[in-house]
């Protein structure tokens, strides 16, 4: 009974998450619309609420199509990897009730996120496109360059509750949220969960510009529209991480929602105004800038800690 009721709880879970999404697509329309001073989806249903489902029925009805050359199987199957992991990761949030509580959720983050690499150079590989290939490259530089001081950034966060487990920080932000003990880590944080959803201004990995859309460039209907089921159902975790670490942690109150939608439409805010950014300069942000800060707030929080005991 017990598992029947995680495996129903599981399900509820995915359904929240793609419901989630199909709305985190509508949300980005319509702000990059007036953005752009224009109107976004307005003519399906009220508003144009119902405009993701149309959508989703376009995508997943439309012929699939296949290079010639293409390495079938892994060029088939790599979406669908990149899908399943990015649902994976949402089975870390410390739920109350009868769902799986990870006491090393934050290790689990990282496995999860190491691994939707692979599939994104897969994807980029077994197309047989120099331009997909191109693409999938970018995103493995990047993502290895930005993985590392992401892993010191919340090294620093979990000094300091001393625990990986995420309903820990519900506790220690009592008094104080963490990101005003450390504005420059948070913010850190934020543009490194940026570049690590391949989102602007360091979507290289998609830089239409350059390499007509990247690493996905021969993927049509279902293949596509999971790799960016997968992209933004990330997006969501993303903002829920930030508000989970930074933000006062995981009480459900109107206050976290609101809290987590804000930092999702910061994703989409940065979007509309930021310009793509310099390859090289990326490299040089990840690697001379992010990692000193992290590694001397690591060093400075151990001390604190040792300075404590």
């Known amino acids: 009974m017990d598992f029947m009721m995680i495996l129903l709880g599981v399900l509820i879970l995915i359904l929240g998450v793609l419901i989630g999404v199909a709305?985190?697509?509508?949300?980005?329309?319509?702000?990059?619309?007036?953005?752009?001073?224009?109107?976004?989806?307005?003519?399906?249903?009220?508003?144009?609420?119902?405009?993701?489902?149309?959508?989703?029925?376009?995508?997943?009805?439309?012929?699939?199509?296949?290079?010639?050359?293409?390495?079938?199987?892994?060029?088939?199957?790599?979406?669908?990897i990149s899908f399943l992991l990015s649902l994976m990761i949402w089975m870390m949030i410390p739920y109350y009730f009868n769902m799986v509580n990870f006491n090393l959720g934050i290790l689990f983050f990282f496995c999860c996120t190491s691994l939707g690499v692979y599939t994104v150079m897969?994807?980029?590989?077994?197309?047989?496109?120099?331009?997909?290939?191109?693409?999938?490259?970018?995103?493995?530089?990047?993502?290895?360059?930005?993985?590392?001081?992401?892993?010191?950034?919340?090294?620093?966060?979990?000094?300091?509750?001393?625990?990986?487990?995420?309903?820990?920080?519900?506790?220690?932000?009592?008094?104080?949220?963490?990101f005003f003990l450390m504005i420059p880590l948070g913010m850190c944080w934020m543009s490194s969960s940026l570049a690590e959803t391949n989102r602007t201004p360091f979507d290289f990995a998609e830089g239409e510009s350059e390499l007509v859309s990247g690493f996905n460039v021969e993927y049509s209907s279902g293949g596509f529209a999971l790799i960016f089921l997968a992209e933004y159902s990330s997006i969501l975790f993303m903002s829920l991480l930030f508000v989970l670490i930074y933000l006062g942690g995981y009480n459900l109150i109107l206050m976290f929602y609101l809290k987590l939608?804000?930092?999702?439409?910061?994703?989409?805010?940065?979007?509309?105004?930021?310009?793509?950014?310099?390859?090289?300069?990326?490299?040089?942000?990840?690697?001379?800038?992010?990692?000193?800060?992290?590694?001397?707030?690591?060093?400075?929080?151990l001390g604190v800690k040792i300075f404590l005991l």
């Open 122 to 178: 897969i994807a980029g590989w077994s197309s047989n496109s120099n331009y997909a290939l191109l693409g999938g490259l970018r995103a493995v530089a990047q993502t290895i360059s930005y993985e590392v001081s992401l892993a010191l950034i919340m090294m620093s966060s979990v000094m300091l509750i001393m625990d990986f487990n995420l309903v820990k920080f519900f506790d220690y932000q009592d008094l104080v949220w963490f």
């Open 23 to 80: 709305f985190l697509t509508l949300l980005e329309r319509k702000v990059l619309g007036y953005i752009q001073i224009r109107k976004g989806p307005n003519k399906l249903g009220f508003l144009g609420i119902l405009q993701p489902f149309s959508d989703a029925i376009k995508l997943f009805t439309k012929e699939q199509t296949y290079p010639m050359f293409s390495n079938y199987i892994s060029y088939y199957f790599s979406p669908i």
């Open 261 to 301: 939608s804000l930092i999702s439409f910061l994703f989409i805010w940065v979007r509309g105004t930021l310009p793509r950014y310099r390859y090289d300069k990326l490299m040089y942000l990840a690697w001379k800038s992010y990692l000193p800060i992290s590694l001397n707030f690591l060093i400075f929080f």
